[in-house]
């Protein structure tokens, strides 16, 4: 079954606890981003990856870290967690090209509190 | 930049009625258009799209057509369901890039 997984679902933890959350997908797809998703606000990128080891900025970068080592893996790392970090966050996959019409597949989420 | 305005909601229903989810959009080019649909406890799914100008998407029986000279791409059904009763997202996609832009939500609840 063609899925993004991410893990954990849901995460509590305290200020400056580095912590990972991990994305994977088994389409090879190329496209990889990450969204955290906040009320009145929508979805707003936070980083994207192109392929493997290609990785840029989206709107809101700043707290958080990225890698792309593997084509199916792009984690997400906080390295000093802030209350402000708490969010529901969502990783994203697609192919690219396609003069832009190819859909981004979603995983289901991790909620994140940071205290 | 790219920008992508929703109707602000939410917007509540009885079963039957008819819906219909503004969303207008700014952007360069010709960007691909979506709509999303996120039911509670889940992630996105795309629920339709369109990629160029004139182009209906349909599913489910929503559909939305893309308005090239309104720069609009309203969501509409017939008539809603209980099951219906989820956050919907539009969004644009360049038609160089790969990013997408998401409007705000919108949050419909269908009563019985």
């Known amino acids: 079954e063609a899925q993004v997984t991410q893990n954990p679902r849901y995460l509590i933890t305290v200020t400056g606890k580095k912590l990972t959350v991990t994305c994977s997908q088994n389409?090879?797809?190329?496209?990889m981003s990450w969204y955290r998703q906040d009320p009145g606000l929508g979805l707003r990128q936070i980083y994207y990856?192109?392929?493997?080891?290609?990785?840029d900025k989206g709107d809101v970068p700043e707290g958080y870290k990225v890698s792309r080592k593997e084509k199916r893996n792009f984690p997400l790392i906080l390295e000093s967690p802030s209350p402000n970090q708490t969010s529901l966050y969502f990783c994203?996959?697609?192919?690219?090209?396609?003069?832009?019409?190819?859909?981004?597949?979603f995983g289901p989420g991790t909620r994140l509190t940071v205290t | 930049g790219n920008s992508v305005t929703q109707m602000e909601g939410p917007v509540t229903l009885s079963e039957e009625a008819f819906l219909t989810i503004n969303c207008t959009y700014t952007?360069?080019?010709?960007?691909?258009l979506f709509w999303y649909v996120q039911y509670p406890g889940e992630g996105l799914q795309l629920l339709l799209k369109?990629?160029?100008?004139?182009d209906k998407g349909s599913n489910k029986g929503f559909e939305a057509t893309y308005r090239k000279e309104t720069t609009s791409f309203h969501l509409e059904k017939g008539s809603v369901q209980v099951s219906d009763s989820a956050v919907y997202f539009c969004?644009?996609?360049?038609?160089?890039?790969?990013?997408?832009?998401f409007g705000e939500g919108t949050q419909l609840t269908v009563n019985p």
């Open positions: 389409m090879n797809h190329e496209y």
């Open positions: 990856s192109m392929n493997v080891e290609v990785t």
């Open positions: 952007a360069t080019g010709y960007p691909s």
């Open positions: 994203a996959s697609s192919r690219t090209g396609g003069l832009g019409s190819y859909e981004q597949y």
């Open positions: 969004a644009l996609r360049e038609t160089s890039g790969s990013r997408l832009t």
């Open positions: 369109a990629t160029k100008a004139d």
